[in-house]
């Protein structure tokens, strides 16, 4: 059964389908021979090929499919090439068996923490849309000391500029983030800082820079930020920024 093109190439782990559209505006993509057009759709078999390198266009097996767990350090920008040369998360990456790493859930430049990665397009749509309401968990400082009133609100919460948003948990924290071991090394002059307080705090939303704009909304300003699991997925503890692990195969299987 035949499928548009950028759903097809996207289930694959060939991209987004945001990145494929782009590249079909760009006339890079051909089916069976002729340039490819917005809307266009093709079968699993079709000769689909990216400026003339053929593309597999069929879904990741489930042998095929991998899942890999990294740990972003700061620095890193999740996008696979960067105008401003910046390093990219995907710098570091092995190469999959097959396809192509999608990133699951995108971290801004700052933010550090587990990003995960899969092959399989068709997985990394379903744990990303929103009617999967996926949790996000994260430890945040933030610079000064909010009340419990200002806590009140984020749980009940706060309009943003693209809808109302909120924390489902806040857990305030003991240890401010340079003084935390769970946040690794302590980071310039914000490590120990005064006026600083640290949480853990739980969404299920994945929208831009969330966790930032909510405080921010707040009328408080992150200092540091770091992902500590995308639904059932932890991050490691003995995973070092920078590493990388494949996640084993049953476990991805029940993604």
Known sequence: MSERLQKLLASAGH???????QWIRDRRLTVNGHVA???ERA???ADIRLDGAALQSGNASCSAREVLIYHKPASEVTTRADPQGRP???ERLPAPRAGRWV????LDVNTTGLLLFTNDGALAHRLMHPSSEVEREYLVQVRGLPSAAVLEQLRQGLMLEDGLARFDRIEPLAEPAGRSPAWGPAVGSDAGAPMQAAFRVVLHEGRNREV???WQAAGFEVSRLMRLRYGAVRLPPDLRPGQSRAMPAAQAALL
């Open 103 to 106: 990133v699951i859930g995108r």
């Open 212 to 214: 930032r704009r909510l």
């Open 88 to 90: 990219t998360v995907f």
């Open 15 to 21: 991209g987004s389908r945001r990145q494929i559209e």
């Open 43 to 45: 079968d699993a078999g």
């Open 37 to 39: 057009q917005l809307g």
